[in-house]
């Protein structure tokens, strides 16, 4: 029998305290008692600095600190807002990744972003972000006046007299599975099978479900018994009614939901393969420590690889990297919101809804469509929020299929409205036709912007300014504005649609002038067929260049996060030069200095010769595994956006956009082609576009 399992069965000691110790004990002295099992709570993963990952401790800092007293008061700079307004504002142009990425690059990177990543909350100071409704780039009503934005508060011992502001990350560093099973051993008893009573012994190995969903914060009676969980936009008047995982934030979307509610049955389905006459407390951590090793397999051999970072080989446990998060990857790196598509599109067999719900979909703004014997449902991102009741009526097979089947947004300046202006927010009643595209303003009365907020989390966490960044990750800084962007001009155009005398405050500088698709071929933006789903890249009328220069004047008081969203991409990849640096050096500390890495982790060779169970799965096989869906071998890549080319004996309807020979057409009135209807010979047929 191999060294581990016979202590295995200790874990449910370590487990009972969460952290092995009393949780009043001092983090310098913690005492490592089971050091061949992973804590709930990080701690212990290093030996010689048990503390290290732990939750509740200071994010890492890359580079000093920057307040604007040296202390704690953030930095000033433009309005939010106003920056946002000028420089996020997708004005409703979708433009999608080069790569074909496909959503599951959003949906991943925030199920990850939950496993190693929560700022603390409670207890920071009100700072409302001003909001001003007589900006001529503003499009949306807010009763409330301002946006809504706390600070995060200060670490412990910090932010007076002359000790820097820090902040804590309250949840472990690892990629260890932690969004599944919580941070201690009272959240995940009330996850577990068995009763509740403050004794993790007598519970089972399986997770707590509910007809094969996470259960909900009633299902074991008293939901105020039950873990806190964050329940906003629908879930705000019932919270009782929200989904239980390992991480609070699992409700904030269905397809979020849905990836919890997946390693939940994953982590069961390893559960039913082992023999039953495992201890309980035995075939639970076994479990558990495969779905957290499945994870990082995931995360470096199909997500990091899906958008283009690249990693330093792996030469095995370092005990002297320090794997916490740092304050930069938090704030500015991983703040990847540009990825994120306005709609999930979930996808099931024709026949698997019946007419009355497929009415109750559309009464709720969903709309219902019918490709090739399937049934697509386009679910506007706010009816997705704060929604499990809508993962119950959909199916979490379908939800999980159409992720992978849709390609994510392209990561760039833009960031879709559904989180840059109605974030979490409710619709206004009987309207369902506005909650999405440009219509969307009529929905809402009030604004959350989510990357006006990042650009203020930035200040309120000591960011330095963008090319302070770049040096602190050994890159050069940029001279110029053109230099941050690659574009030719930072001036804006000699326009007739253009103010002359006020160019940064006319909404005209956003406009859309040309439009292309992933092969480079010309979309014409004036059908809305083709413009909504097929652009990759665009021109505005103003470049980047021009509106970072009109809004910041100098080069070297950029926020991070403007600056870094500003990158353009090297081929192949998804991310900046400054993002992909920030993103590497972290990764490769998550990887280096966990114990516990798969690589370098021999109880799971132990696990695959005793039990025949490997890690060694992708997203694609977890999923048929655990759903009735069928999906591709790697979920991450989806189709690029390309025009279809004229071809004989095809169906054409009016507005339907093709390519022939480099040129670009737009059907004028529907028909089945034929060999010698090319479209420079039947101008009837076909206008030409450029």
Wanted: a negative charge; charged letters at 20%.
């Amino acid at each position: 029998m191999g060294r581990w399992l016979p202590v295995v069965a200790a874990a449910a000691l370590v487990l009972t305290s969460a952290t092995g110790v009393s949780a009043a004990k001092p983090i310098d002295v913690l005492a490592c008692t089971n050091p061949v099992v992973r804590t709930l709570d990080g701690s212990c993963n290093n030996l010689a600095h048990p503390e290290w990952g732990k939750t509740n401790t200071e994010y890492l800092r890359v580079a000093p600190a920057r307040y604007a007293d040296g202390i704690a008061r953030p930095i000033s700079g433009p309005s939010p807002r106003y920056v946002s307004n000028r420089f996020f504002n997708d004005t409703a142009q979708n433009l999608f990744s080069e790569r074909g990425v496909s959503q599951w690059g959003f949906v991943w990177g925030q199920f990850m972003d939950h496993t190693f990543g929560l700022r603390q909350e409670a207890g920071g100071e009100n700072a409302p972000l001003p909001f001003n409704r007589a900006d001529a780039l503003e499009e949306f009503r807010n009763d409330l006046g301002s946006i809504g934005f706390m600070r995060t508060p200060a670490a412990p011992g910090t932010g007076a007299g002359n000790a820097v502001r820090q902040q804590l990350n309250t949840v472990d560093s690892y990629i260890d599975g932690s969004s599944v099973y919580g941070p201690d051993a009272t959240r995940l008893e009330w996850m577990l099978e068995g009763p509740v009573d403050g004794n993790l012994a007598n519970n089972g190995a399986r997770l707590l479900l509910d007809n094969g969903l996470l259960p909900r914060r009633d299902t074991r009676g008293d939901p105020a018994r039950a873990p806190v969980m964050a329940a906003d936009g629908h879930l705000r008047a019932n919270p009782a009614k929200a989904m239980v995982a390992g991480d609070v934030r699992a409700n904030e979307n269905v397809a979020l939901t849905s990836t919890h509610a997946l390693f939940a049955l994953e982590h069961n389905r390893i559960v039913n393969a082992l023999p039953r006459t495992l201890p309980a407390q035995t075939a639970f951590e076994i479990a558990r420590r495969v779905v957290g090793a499945e994870q990082q397999y995931i995360t470096y051999q199909e997500f990091l690889p899906a958008l283009g970072v690249q990693l330093a080989p792996y030469r095995g446990y370092n005990p002297n990297v320090n794997a916490s998060l740092s304050n930069e990857f938090a704030v500015v790196g991983y703040r990847a919101h540009s990825f994120i598509h306005g709609e999930l599109e979930p996808i099931a067999p024709e026949g698997t809804y019946t007419e009355e719900q497929l009415e109750a979909f559309e009464a709720q703004g969903i709309e219902v469509e019918h490709e090739d014997g399937e049934v697509v449902l386009v679910v506007p991102l706010n009816v997705a929020f704060f929604n499990p009741d809508l993962l119950k009526g959909i199916g979490l097979g379908p939800v999980l299929k159409g992720i992978g089947a849709e390609p994510e947004y392209k990561n760039d300046a833009q960031i879709d409205n559904q989180l840059r202006s109605v974030l979490f927010q409710v619709p206004v009643p009987g309207n369902p036709a506005c909650l999405d595209g440009p219509q969307l303003p009529q929905c809402f009365r009030g604004v959350t912007d989510l990357g006006a907020i990042d650009v203020a989390r930035g200040r309120d966490h000591g960011m330095p300014y963008y090319n302070e960044l770049r040096r602190a990750y050994g890159l050069p800084a940029k001279t110029s504005f053109t230099a941050i962007t690659g574009e030719s001009s930072s001036s804006f155009p000699n326009d007739p649609l253009v103010n002359p005398a006020d160019p940064i405050n006319d909404p005209d500088i956003l406009d859309f002038v040309r439009l292309r698709d992933g092969a480079g071929n010309v979309v014409p933006l004036d059908v809305p067929a083709a413009a909504d789903a097929m652009g990759v890249t665009g021109v505005r009328r103003s470049s980047d260049a021009a509106r970072l220069r009109a809004l910041y004047s100098d080069v070297n008081r950029v926020d991070a996060f403007t600056g870094m969203s500003a990158e353009p991409h090297r081929p192949g990849h998804e991310l900046g030069e400054l993002q992909e640096a920030i993103w590497k050096k972290q990764f490769e500390n998550l990887r280096d200095g966990d114990r516990f890495f798969y690589l370098n982790d021999p109880a799971l060779t132990e696990i695959q010769n005793r039990y025949g169970i490997s890690y060694r799965r992708t997203l694609g096989e977890i999923i048929e595994l655990n759903t009735e869906a069928e999906v591709e071998s790697n979920v991450f890549l989806s189709d690029i956006p390309i025009l279809p080319s004229w071809a004989n004996a095809t169906a054409y309807a009016i507005d339907d956009v093709i390519v022939y020979q480099g040129r670009t057409y737009v059907c004028r009135q529907a028909h089945r082609s034929q060999l010698d209807w090319t479209p420079p010979v039947t101008p009837a047929l076909w206008r030409l576009v450029t």
